[in-house]
């Protein structure tokens, strides 16, 4: 029995429109310049992150009473804190935890998702109600509401520093999201000759998905990834806010807006101006980005 | 009237601090006597929500406060914290025989049940058998601080005679609790779970209504038995989360909290009321306990324990967090300034005491290399309550950072808090001492042997703890008692079992119109509202 060989035609741009590495990051910086703004400052985020240990010039969790609720000045750049903690160092180290849980988190719920989505608007049928029902219910649900019940029922389970189950509480509530967007994407793809060749190869469920349909979603994974780590630096935010995500003396964006450093709003008014400066930053640069990346990618949006 | 002692606490904010100085030469300057005037409604906040409306089954103070001002119990704490004595409530007289084995009450005649019907001695005995032998269904969790009542007998309608099993210091205390609250012998009789669904007593306000999560209403019983009180019309309580306190007393939407407010929040209400704020700051008889799980490696190491308490530097910790927390005094295992406490000489002797910190974080350091744990990893369990359980948490944390201790900080919802003490799923847990008065029995039960008390969560199996406390408990001479707590407090202090962080202050911040009201070092006595009046 003759057994095909090849691989269908896929419909990409073909090899010779395919820009160079270097004339890629050239146009994007050229069509996107916000875009790119946004990426500059998810660099600086990301050298604070990996070179805490360097940049920040204080212990964040050192506790100084002699320099308790410091202005900022040359001693302390941004301040410090009720316990004498530096607001700098903390801020710096802050992007850890943030960075940490909001792209692990992001990539989690947004994989999940695709996979979800894929599989949903692929097979179709009872696959698809079920997955669809589940994804129904999950999207009635406010994004804060799901992730604050899934914290309070899984508790806390540290791994390498993160709080998996935090991670988890912002992940579960992005999936149907992406699932949505995915299965989407996957209806419109699965309808195109090169499915239709390949199911006629007999290929398998899992090499079409795999090779031929996720490969096309791409595009809108990226962009959906990018914007989700902006909403979930933001639900880090809340949840460690509203005392259920990471804990003190953990330096984190949200917990230093927490408990009582609203009562020193008057007394120290850099406790609380600095890191939420911060978390706007981030998830302005994050949705600049995500906004230009789908900008650049998403042929519909151009011209 | 006297007043709390009150504090000057530093601040960097002048105008806070000059309100705060008027604040305690207002206090501290002789009080001119006023007239109480009657009528009026107190409007005050209640930062959680009742469990349960049964004095003897609840052991909060968000009941204490919304439901005491409906009952009566047989004897109570009068006077401030300075001048506190125990005195008849429903007792007109009481007397204590000389073997300290038979207490003997009269009972003021004129008492009648919000209902109308007249409180006599049956009643007392059938609350008080309710409290000591609780019917199938009742809780009563102060059950065990009552079993060395042997019987109690009432040769007639207004005497009620207690017969000791043994003798036991502290009974006077017991009777003045504010949880003994007197109900109608008939009610419990039809039904012994009455109190836990209606609110009768023979207190100075009846209850009007209460919904869950927003208010709690009381009116003025008019057949109270006091001639002449109480003064107010009514009052409310109402439910509000922490963090709303400050600006409802600025706002006028409360007139009071009788908790305890932290030293910013106290700024800040003195900001915004100015002249119309009296502030009252004291002792209180709470504090933050932290406790090593003894069933846990390496914490069954008194060179571990010892080390882990002499890292913390209290006397410079006590002096900073009291600017931004309620933590404000060093102490032992009894409220500091009480008068079995420990003298200050003594105390510095002993582990986690001493004045020279590096000294002591040096020994602490050669304590854990000894006992082989020089890299130690804890797992703090503390509560997800602020004030002050969080900052003692993260001055804790510090503190043992200093000696190269690393913690992991797990902070657990009330409930699952006490799971896990029950469970002993911790390496060191936050706690507390938080009394209603000032008794030996009372803060030494958390570090017994958890045969002995259901309060202690340190799984130790030092019985030498557990004879002390028998002895001074049966011990009335007040000489001799104190050396015996002294023996206590040193031998539980020196084995680290659980250990002191810092002891709280009260700061209760008053619409100045709020008149009578006293600090009492608790937030469960002096609640009744009998004696508070609004000067409006």
């Known amino acids: ?303 | 009237m006297t007043r709390g002692v009150c504090f000057l606490v530093s601040t960097r904010n002048n105008r806070t601090a000059l309100a705060l100085m008027a604040a305690t030469c207002l206090l501290t300057a002789p009080a001119i006597a006023q007239e109480p005037k009657k009528g009026g409604t107190l409007n005050f906040a209640v930062v959680a929500e009742p469990p349960g409306i049964d004095c003897h089954g609840v052991t909060t103070f968000a009941f204490a406060h919304p439901g005491r001002p409906h009952y009566s119990t047989l004897l109570k704490f009068a006077g401030d914290h300075s001048n506190l004595k125990i005195t008849g409530d429903l007792a007109e007289s009481f007397e204590q025989a000389k073997d300290g084995l038979t207490y003997t009450f009269k009972l003021h005649k004129n008492v009648t049940f919000h209902d109308g019907a007249p409180m006599t001695s049956a009643d007392v005995k059938a609350s008080y058998d309710r409290i000591i032998n609780p019917p199938a269904g009742v809780i009563s969790v102060r059950k065990a601080l009552h079993e060395d009542i042997r019987e109690i007998e009432t040769p007639d309608d207004y005497t009620v005679v207690f017969k000791m099993k043994a003798v036991n210091a502290s009974m006077l205390t017991h009777f003045a609790s504010p949880w003994n609250c007197i109900y109608r012998a008939a009610k419990l009789k039809e039904d012994p779970q009455f109190p836990s669904k209606t609110v009768l007593g023979t207190g100075a306000f009846q209850f009007v209504e209460y919904k869950k999560g927003e208010v709690w209403i009381g009116k003025r019983y008019d057949g109270y038995f006091r001639p002449g009180r109480p003064y107010l019309d009514g009052f409310r309580a109402l439910f509000v989360k922490s963090n709303a306190v400050a600006t409802g007393i600025i706002g006028g939407q409360f007139d009071a909290e009788f908790r305890g407010r932290t030293p910013k929040e106290r700024d800040q209400i003195m900001e915004g009321l100015k002249d119309k704020a009296t502030l009252i700051q004291g002792p209180w008889i709470s504090s933050l306990l932290f406790t090593f799980n003894n069933s846990r490696k390496p914490f069954d190491d008194v060179r571990v324990r010892q080390a882990l308490s002499m890292a913390v530097d209290r006397w410079g910790g006590a002096q900073n967090m009291s600017k931004i927390t309620m933590l404000k005094y060093v102490g032992g295992l009894t409220r500091p300034g009480y008068e079995y406490n420990l003298p200050e000489d003594e105390l510095v002797k002993l582990p986690g005491y001493g004045r020279d910190i590096e000294k002591s974080r040096d020994e602490a350091k050669r304590l854990l290399k000894e006992a082989g744990v020089s890299n130690l990893k804890i797992k703090l369990v503390n509560r997800n309550v602020g004030e002050p359980y969080i900052p003692g948490g993260i001055f804790l944390i510090d503190q043992w950072r200093r000696i190269g201790v690393e913690t992991e900080h797990s902070v657990l919802e009330t409930k699952l808090f006490f799971d896990a003490m029950s469970a002993g799923n911790f390496d060191v847990l936050m706690e507390f001492i938080s009394d209603f008065a000032d008794d030996p029995s009372a803060q030494f039960d958390k570090f017994l042997t958890a045969e002995k008390s259901s309060q202690a969560a340190s799984r130790h199996q030092d019985k030498r703890l557990d004879e002390l406390f028998d002895k001074q408990a049966r011990t009335i001479d007040v000489v001799e008692r104190k050396k015996l707590t002294q023996q206590f407090e040193k031998l539980a202090i020196t084995q680290s079992y659980s250990a002191s962080l810092l002891w709280w202050e009260r700061i209760i911040v008053l619409n100045k119109k709020v008149k009578g009201w006293e600090n009492q070092a608790n937030h469960f006595t002096g609640q009744d509202l009998t004696d508070v009046w609004l000067d409006e």
């Open chain 1, 1 to 303: 029995m003759a057994t095909a060989t090849a691989s269908p035609p896929s419909p990409t741009i073909s090899a010779n429109a395919i820009p160079t590495r270097e004339n890629l990051v050239l146009q994007f910086i050229k069509a996107q310049p916000l875009g790119f703004a946004g990426f500059l400052i998810i660099l600086m985020y990301f050298v604070f992150a990996i070179f805490a240990n360097w940049i920040a010039p204080y212990d964040p969790e050192a506790v100084d009473f002699g320099a308790m609720l410091s202005s900022p000045g040359r001693e302390h750049l941004f301040g410090t804190d009720q316990y004498g903690r530096d607001v700098f160092s903390r801020l710096v180290y802050g992007s850890r935890t943030a960075l940490g849980v909001g792209i692990v988190s992001s990539l989690f719920g947004c994989t999940l998702g695709a996979l979800l989505g894929a599989a949903s608007g692929y097979f179709g049928g009872k696959i698809d109600t079920i997955i669809q029902s589940i994804v129904d219910i999950m999207l009635s649900f406010p994004l804060i509401v799901l992730a604050m019940v899934i914290v309070a029922v899984l508790g806390k389970s540290t791994f390498l520093g993160v709080d998996m189950n935090l991670v988890a509480a912002i992940a579960i509530p992005m999936i149907p999201r992406m699932a949505r967007i995915a299965r989407s994407s996957t209806l419109s793809i699965a309808q195109m000759p090169y499915i239709d060749a390949a199911r006629a190869a007999g290929y398998s469920h899992s090499r079409i998905v795999v090779r031929h349909i996720l490969p096309n979603i791409i595009a809108p994974y990226l962009i959906m990834t990018t914007a989700f780590i902006a909403q979930a630096i933001l639900l880090e935010a809340s949840l460690s806010f509203l005392g259920l995500g990471v804990t003190e003396p953990t330096p984190a964006w949200g917990l230093m807006l927490s408990g009582t450093s609203a009562d020193f709003y008057k007394a120290a008014p850099w406790m609380i101006l600095f890191p939420g400066l911060a978390i706007t930053l981030a998830v302005f640069a994050f949705n600049l980005l995500g906004d230009s990346l789908r900008d650049w990618l998403d042929p519909k949006m151009k011209g």
